[in-house]
T-cell receptor, first 113, second 113 residues
Framework: QQQVRQSPQSLTVWEGETAILNCSYE??????FPWYQQFPGEGPALLIS?????DKKEDGRFTIFFNKREKKLSLHITDSQPGDSATYFC????????????FGSGTRLLVSP | DAAVTQKPRYLIKMKGQEAEMKCIPE?????VFWYQQKQSKELKFLIY????????QIDMVKERFSAVCPSSSLCSLGIRTCEAEDSALYLC???????????FGPGTRLLVL
């Protein structure tokens, strides 16, 4: 049973377009949702995160939209660049920092120049 | 910048052999996590240490793995008898319990032949 689901599995956009990555979850106790970016051969790196008390979090070209009622969130990458090509993982955690994070299966993003 | 170190980066074992990989958490971090990642898919939680004590682990780890943190600056994950399905990227992350962000190392890529 997958607690965090991501779609699409892969996404291709043109440079300058907005990429939209979707995520949904099951557990209503999840209160913290980080998005990680992973390049081939590297470990994941935190990109942006949001807590369940907020419905939007923005950091430069990256924005998370969060719908607690529907248990859905999305990551929007505006003005996509070829360097954004990577796998993006939506994750979720209950409790505080010492609890494990549950990861989705990832969305592989390709930005074509 | 956070820096979690993992060694070795690559490990090749024959089926039935023992494998061991090490993680040096970020200085001052007391929470250490191990994850298994296959084919750049979702990260599968394996075990969580807090102040060098294992607080949560999946059954597979209890049955076939050995994981310890003999000091606050070193943790290790071992596989007693490697199987083909153990081939994966093993990722270590660390964090402070009071903080949300987990910092990942580059991983140890294990290939079991």
């Amino acid at each position: 049973q997958q607690q965090v689901r991501q779609s699409p599995q892969s996404l291709t956009v043109w440079e300058g377009e907005t990429a939209i990555l979707n995520c949904s979850y099951e557990d209503s106790t999840f209160n913290y949702f980080p998005w990680y970016q992973q390049f081939p051969g590297e470990g994941p790196a935190l990109l942006i995160s949001i807590r369940s008390v907020s419905d939007k979090k923005e950091d430069g070209r990256f924005t998370i939209f969060f719908n607690k009622r529907e248990k859905k969130l999305s990551l929007h990458i505006t003005d996509s660049q070829p360097g954004d090509s990577a796998t993006y993982f939506c994750a979720a955690r209950a409790g505080t920092g010492g609890y494990k994070v549950v990861f989705g299966s990832g969305t592989r993003l390709l930005v074509s120049p | 910048d956070a820096a979690v170190t993992q060694k070795p980066r690559y490990l090749i074992k024959m089926k039935g052999q023992e494998a061991e990989m090490k993680c040096i958490p970020e200085k001052g971090h007391t929470a250490v996590f191990w994850y298994q990642q296959k084919q750049s898919k979702e990260l599968k939680f394996l075990i969580y240490f807090q102040n060098q004590q294992p607080l949560d682990q999946i059954d597979m780890v209890k049955e076939r793995f050995s994981a310890v943190c003999p000091s606050s600056s070193l943790c290790s994950l071992g596989i007693r008898t490697c199987e083909a399905e153990d081939s994966a990227l093993y990722l270590c992350s660390s964090s402070q319990p009071s903080q949300d962000t987990q910092y990942f190392g580059p991983g140890t890529r294990l290939l079991v032949l």
